[in-house]
């Protein structure tokens, strides 16, 4: 008990301490909540109530693991059902599929797989997509399901205005995911979430084998999961949720707010507790993030606070374009590195829109910055890989059409697309999967008998293959590779024969395999690695050990920390999104999504934004962020990055950018390009550069004076003591590395005396610094300047 409540501040134990009966945790960002969380289950268990009636449910895997680990540490051998919503949903469906018209053995589709299906059901319903796609009927399908809503309901719906076209795919592709045994995502908790509103005997042995049931994250829940949990904690309503609607951010995929807002209406003797203090960033960070969520008005009133140093002020910076904001973040992140040794792994860049990263990439790689971009393509999501995912799919569950449209022709054995078309249209008239219809392909008419052949051999081949079905999840993936030559395929298919990372990627996958049999040398089965395959979430392809500097959206940040934290694009039309401007909920979801943003900062912030912007091919004016006026600015360092544009300067413009390099068509067709004149810029922002003569005025000089003045510039570029040589460098001692100046550095210029770096932009032999003297300030080409820095 005492290793349990050791080290816990009052609400921390308040909430730790709590047995039975509803409780809110209203956890701010960085509270401690999982510490809580974890805590809580040592403690109920250790006041007797059964690790088996105890079930915890998370929103990722990594969330899962981490709670999973610390229970382990205070409470040993205790076997809490600890996993994300749709795992648990999954393995109750296991156990009750025949109820919902399944197989025990049903496939999970993923993303990829239920487009494919929703293809296949929109050619099947005959419905026209000249006026919509395949992924706005999925779209509402999806929320269709997220909301309870049944085909029947939606069809019943639109009788009065004639069915829409999602309500007529509905029913159809309902029936083929049937079909084929299998489910997708949505499904896992649309099932469930019907069969305890259906089936009170069935509700009732659930809630009382899950009497103590804590959610986490519980303010991303949409209606599916309230009503799970909901119909859990009747008979016994020792509901705990933990969870801060200011962290509300995932709306867009059906969260309902208001799961959170009035669980203390759904359970009047809630004991409501609230964790303020956080023990993750700095007051200058809290207080910033802390005075914009105050004007959202949906939302629960938290005093936050921390006993961390004060540390540095936030930086807010307005930059030139989107290229230079890049360049001069991955400036700053490689001399933190090499002058205060820190190292990558502290940073991270946070974006609204994934076509931000690209000019951030591209400074990466040209500085040598090792990065990570999350929610990249996954392991799973790989060609090879989903290749032989499909064959153990199959193997596993022989009425998965898409696993068998997939692999019927992969590797190439002469089964082309008109008879997999004639395989699928046999199997939609009779009602069977496409395996069955290809064991029958003597009946199918139109078939070549050469086509006939190449499909009966496939069939004999998967029959080999399925004997196979119980061996070790090793042995079986390795028969696959080798009755099908896949790798043999792969190497014939590759166009760089260098590249040998497919080949990598099956090695790797059988070590997956391997490791599975390690640790499920009893319970380990085919359907169970496929199940964990399929639910690996986008969060978990974080990778914390990873030395590289992390670029990532600001939805996949959540619940993630680093010492330096960068969000960059803070305008209005990125965040605010553009689409999110019509509705106060969208508007106020924006503010807690840079909330949330901002608080992933521990030591260091910096939110930038840009003047001018690349949209679809030309550079637009851009205008900072509204919420930027929310911020309590006058204690933040406020920055203008200028630059120099010089009329008689060759290097005016850096060409090493592609000008394909802007925000794609895709991600700003709706959006509001804005078209207000004078940027981003602000009062009370530092200039970094002073400004020169503007093009305009250069050009009304008269044509003479102009043509000296040229010349003069010219004569002023040339080297007056000669090129220096390499020997030439070497000899004259030491060389200060340009990464060593920085801002806040003194140092010494034989003629004006010593200053300070106030400021420091640009890179390589362009890298220039604005030095402060006793008589003014002055800028200095880095590279040729004659400055000695000064220690201490």
Known sequence: MDAILKGLTEPQTEAVTHLDGPLLILAGP??????????????????????????????????????????????????????????????????????????????????????????????????????????????????????????????????????TMAARVYPVYQQQLLTANAVDFDDLLFHIALLLKENPDLRSELDSRFRYILVDEYQDTNLAQYA????????????????????????????DINNILDFEKDYPAVKTVRLEQNYRSTPNILRAADQLIRNNRRRKHKELFTHNDEGDPVVLRIYENGYQEADGIADEISDAIQVEG????????????????????????????????????????????????????????????????????????????KTVKRLREYADRHHIPMLEAARNVDAVEGLAKRSATAVKKFVEMYERMAIKATATLEDLLRYVVDETKYEAYLLRSVVDQQDSSAVANVDEFITAAVEFDRYHPDDGSLELFLEQAALVADTDAFEDTSDRVTLMTLHAAK?????????????????????????????????????VGITRGKERLQLSCCKTRNFRGESRPAISSPFFNELPLGEMKKIESERSLDFFDDDAYDDSYPESWDLPDEDT?????????????????????????????????????????????KKAKQPVAGIQTAADLLSSGPVTPLTAYREGTQVRHDEYGDGMIVSVTGRGPKRTATIRFDDGERNFRLAFAQLEVIDG
């Open 30 to 163: 960085g509270s401690g909540k999982t510490r809580v969380v974890t805590h809580r289950i040592a403690h109920m268990i250790s006041q007797g109530i059964p690790a088996s009636q105890i079930a915890a449910l998370t929103f990722t895997n990594k969330a899962a693991e981490e709670m999973r680990a610390r229970v382990e540490n205070l409470a040993p051998g205790k076997a809490v059902w600890m996993g994300t919503f749709h795992r648990f949903c999954a393995q109750l469906l296991r156990r009750y599929a025949s109820m919902v018209g399944l197989s025990e053995n049903y496939s999970i589709y993923d993303t990829s797989d239920s487009k494919q299906a929703m293809k296949r059901a929109i050619e099947v319903a005959k419905i026209s997509t000249s006026h919509t796609s395949p992924e706005q009927i999925a779209s509402t399908i999806s929320n269709a399901k997220n909301r309870l809503v049944t085909p029947e309901m939606m069809l019943s719906g639109a009788k009065h205005s004639g069915p």
């Open 228 to 255: 799970i949990v909901r119909a859990l904690s009747i008979d016994h309503p020792n509901l705990s949720v933990t969870g801060d609607p200011d962290q509300s951010i995932y709306g867009w995929r059906g969260a």
């Open 342 to 417: 820190l190292r990558p792994r502290d940073f991270a860049i946070l974006y609204r829109m994934n076509a931000l990263s690209r000019s951030v990439e591209h400074s990466m790689r040209r500085r040598r910055l090792a990065y990570q971009i999350i929610n990249g393509l996954e392991f799973y999501q790989r060609k090879e890989i989903k290749d032989l995912l499909a064959y153990l799919h199959l193997i596993n569950n022989p009425k998965h059409d898409v696993a068998f449209q997939r692999i019927v022709n992969t590797p190439t054995r002469a089964i082309g697309a």
């Open 669 to 713: 067709a709706n959006d509001e390009t804005p078209t207000d004149q004078g940027g981003a810029g602000g009062n009370g922002f530092v200039k970094e550069k002073k400004e020169k003569p503007m093009f305009d005025e250069a050009c009304q000089l008269p044509e003479e004076e102009l043509k000296e003045i040229v010349q003069r510039k």
């Open 559 to 595: 619940g993630l920390e680093f010492p330096r934290v960068f969000i960059i694009g803070v305008e209005d039309g990125l965040l605010p999104h553009s689409r999110s401007k019509d509705t106060d909920s969208g508007f106020e979801e924006e503010r807690r999504l840079l909330f």
